[in-house]
């Protein structure tokens, strides 16, 4: 039986989530020496809603932290050539190997996330699955100091100098200290998908037409991701009778080609939809907390860019807590504004396709520049060297 109570009443970090964002700031910090606690309250492996690609700075993080070999042996496939189809305009950029790999990855979340939750537990961290955080214990002078569970059937009290909150949009560490929201977005899209096997010669394409997209990932087990997206308030009117109506529906007016081809291929598993919600920027720290992934800032899902902002802010905020935490909100926005923007833009689906493009040359420049960043930082183990720009 998977042991699902703490070893210690105390740790130096407690990690709340333990998929991409949790799971490696976890595995960060334990490998430079802390005592980590990581809690999930859902089972290892369990799948959740994902935007599956890996953009280049993540595959860069996991090649330097010797994990990008454990998703490739899984046979997950990698993507040299990103297509994209306005209209019909065809647009095809190959994605050049480099020191990291071939080119980018998709795994689904089934596979990354306890890949990452087995390399935090090599490095030393605790990792327990199936344990509901209750709330976080926040001390007469407002400092957190712990959290209360449901482990292994009981009510269990767990300190720590550092309670970390990994646990999504709806982060329950967030509001329990209160974190503010300085950042929200405008716009919101939604998003429709399922994978499929036996698709014609699938690649990574991604299709639009005014108000509306659609596209394909292709992901590990052999199968294909094929997702649509539309704005919130399209899918709030239409998905509620049939989602995948909806999604029959968005793909035949995106490219009716994918619709076919989507048609002739097999459904595996079930359809998985968003609704859409803003984006938004949380302050990431405050005393003896701080937050990370989805739960401190949250990209909509239309640039697909959510697990490589859940890494990339994990190393930030592993070398911030063992330099100085205060630096970590400045160096996250420095990276994670002008995608943020663009993403939100993106997301209004008020462009024409001449725009959109022009829009997605921008991200491109901005993920270059990400990119170089995450590049550049140290190879060794984490530490307070990793200086991005100097902190107001």
Not at 90 to 117: F, H, K, N, Q
Not at 122 to 142: I, N, S
Not at 276 to 300: I, Y
Request: proline letters at 6%.
């Amino acid at each position: 039986m998977t042991p699902t109570t703490p070893r210690r009443a105390h740790y130096d970090i407690v990690v709340v989530g333990a998929r991409v964002a949790g799971a490696a700031t976890a595995m960060l910090l334990a490998r430079a020496g802390a005592h980590v606690l990581v809690v999930d309250r859902h089972a290892r492996g369990a799948d959740t809603l994902s935007t599956h690609v890996l953009m280049r700075a993540g595959v860069w993080q996991l090649h330097r932290w010797g994990v990008l070999d454990r998703i490739v042996d899984t046979g997950t496939p990698a993507i040299t050539q990103a297509n994209f189809f306005y209209g019909d305009r065809e647009i095809r950029l190959p994605i050049p190997p480099d020191a990291s790999g071939p080119g980018l990855y998709a795994p689904r979340r089934t596979l990354l996330d306890p890949v990452l939750a087995a390399a935090a537990e090599e490095a030393g961290a605790e990792v327990l699955h199936g344990v509901r955080v209750l709330d976080v214990y926040v001390d007469h002078r407002g400092r957190a100091r712990g959290v209360s569970a449901l482990a292994g059937g009981r009510r269990a009290s767990i300190g720590a100098d550092l309670v970390v909150g990994a646990d999504g949009i709806a982060s329950k560490v967030a509001r329990a200290v209160a974190a503010p929201t300085y950042v929200e977005g405008r716009h919101a899209a939604a998003a429709i998908y399922t994978y499929v096997r036996d698709l014609p010669e699938p690649a990574y394409d991604t299709y639009f037409s005014n108000g509306v997209g659609a596209g394909v990932i292709p992901t590990d087990d052999g199968l294909a991701c094929v997702f649509a997206t539309m704005p919130a308030d399209r899918f709030a009117r239409t998905a509620r009778g049939s989602v995948a109506a909806t999604w029959r529906a968005v793909l035949e007016e995106t490219h009716p080609d994918l619709a076919a081809a989507a048609a002739s291929s097999t459904v595996v598993g079930t359809f998985r939809s968003f609704p859409g919600r803003p984006g938004h920027f949380r302050a990431p720290t405050g005393p003896g907390w701080a937050l990370v992934g989805d739960a401190g800032h949250h990209n909509d899902s239309i640039t697909a860019h959510g697990m490589t902002s859940a890494l990339r802010d994990a190393e930030l905020l592993a070398a911030s807590v063992l330099g100085d935490e205060s630096t970590y909100r400045c160096r996250r926005d420095e990276l994670a504004r002008p995608i943020f923007e663009l993403t939100d833009r993106l997301a209004s689906f008020e462009w024409t396709l001449d725009e959109l493009q022009g829009l997605h040359i921008a991200l491109s420049q901005a993920f270059k520049r990400e990119t170089q960043t995450v590049a550049s930082w140290p190879r060794e183990a984490i530490a307070p060297s990793h200086e991005l720009v100097p902190c107001a």
